[in-house]
């Protein structure tokens, strides 16, 4: 399987996937790590919705009192992507992340 799973897809094709899953973290995680890739304006602000959409995701889980435990290979494959970062990721974005990625 390929590390980049959505390494073909354009950018129009990336913001239809994330409207699809966006209550998916699993995916949401895929689509943050691809779009760590990528450096257009446009995929630039899809990334900071992915993230948004991940922070309201989680709160939203622990606000319905279904508690969210990840097992500890999503724990891992999110902090991987976290701890890496982008190139573009603004400091703001990088000190977010990696408070996420050590929890």
Same mark, same amino acid.
């Given at each position: 399987? +390929?590390?980049?799973? %959505?390494?073909? %897809?354009?950018?129009? =094709?990336? &913001? ?5 899953? @966006?209550?998916? +973290?699993?995916?949401?995680?895929? %689509? %943050?790590?691809?779009? +760590?890739? @990528?450096?257009?304006?446009?995929? #630039?602000?899809? #990334?900071? @919705? ?6 309201? *995701? ?12 990840? *097992?500890? =290979? ?5 902090? &991987?992507? /976290?701890? #890496? ?9 990088? &000190? /977010?992340? +990696? #408070?996420?990625?050590?929890?």
């Amino acid at each position: 399987m +390929s590390q980049r799973q %959505l390494a073909n %897809l354009g950018v129009d =094709a990336l &913001e239809k996937f994330f409207d699809a899953k @966006r209550n998916n +973290s699993d995916a949401l995680t895929t %689509l %943050l790590g691809e779009l +760590s890739h @990528r450096k257009m304006p446009r995929a #630039k602000a899809l #990334k900071r @919705r992915v993230m948004d959409a991940l922070a309201f *995701t989680k709160t939203k889980e622990l606000d319905d009192a279904a508690l969210f435990i990840m *097992t500890p =290979a999503q724990h891992r494959r999110v902090a &991987e992507v /976290y701890r #890496k970062g982008g190139p573009d990721w603004t400091k703001e974005e990088r &000190e /977010y992340a +990696s #408070k996420l990625a050590d929890h």
